[in-house]
């Protein structure tokens, strides 16, 4: 089973950009832990990212014939991508929102995500450890949809 990583704009700036928020750990760090820990739970990953919202959506939309699952770090995106939100809604297979800082202890605009109602849950907080978390909750909810 294959796992979509999602990375969505200024997220290749991670350990460089704003590091009191969001740590200095690199998004190559990030895929390395999210790859390590998808190994020992028998999932492949496909780390990906991009600063184009168009782009997000075509990987979204590839995810439905091509994934199992996708954890998304929308960044800034989740606050107000229509586009976004509409491709996650069509995806058919679970969507784990992602985001290293906590939305909602910061500016009010972004304790707003416009996606957080079409996907199956949200990690927000916990910094680059979030994206453990969702990848072995995608592995749980995958392995009870099996065997359903």
Same mark, same amino acid.
């Given at each position: 089973?294959? =796992?979509?990583?999602? *990375?969505?704009?200024?997220? *290749?700036?991670?350990? @460089? ?6 740590? &200095? #750990?690199?998004?190559?760090?990030? @895929?390395? =832990?999210? +790859? ?5 739970? !028998? &999932?492949?990953?496909?780390?990906? @990212?991009? *600063?184009?919202?168009? @782009? ?7 995810? %439905?014939? $091509? $994934?199992?699952?996708?954890?998304? *770090?929308? #960044? ?10 509409? #491709? ?16 909602? #202890?910061?500016?009010?605009?972004? $304790?707003?995500? /416009?996606?957080?109602?079409?996907? /199956? ?5 916990? !910094? ?7 990848? +072995? $909750? &995608?592995?749980?909810?995958? %392995?009870? %949809?099996? +065997?359903?």
């Amino acid at each position: 089973m294959t =796992i979509f990583v999602l *990375n969505g704009p200024n997220l *290749n700036l991670l350990g @460089q950009r704003e590091p009191d928020i969001y740590g &200095l #750990a690199t998004l190559e760090d990030v @895929q390395t =832990i999210c +790859e390590g820990r998808a190994a020992e739970l !028998g &999932l492949e990953i496909e780390f990906r @990212q991009s *600063n184009d919202e168009g @782009q997000l959506v075509d990987w979204l939309q590839e995810a %439905r014939t $091509a $994934a199992s699952g996708v954890v998304l *770090n929308p #960044a800034a995106l989740g606050h107000y991508s229509l586009a976004l939100r509409d #491709a996650i809604a069509a995806c058919d297979v679970p969507v784990i929102e992602v985001h290293i800082s906590n939305i909602h #202890a910061r500016e009010e605009f972004r $304790a707003k995500s /416009v996606i957080s109602a079409v996907v /199956v849950g949200v990690i927000s907080g916990l !910094g680059i450890w979030g994206y453990v978390g969702a990848i +072995e $909750a &995608l592995a749980r909810i995958l %392995r009870d %949809r099996s +065997e359903a």
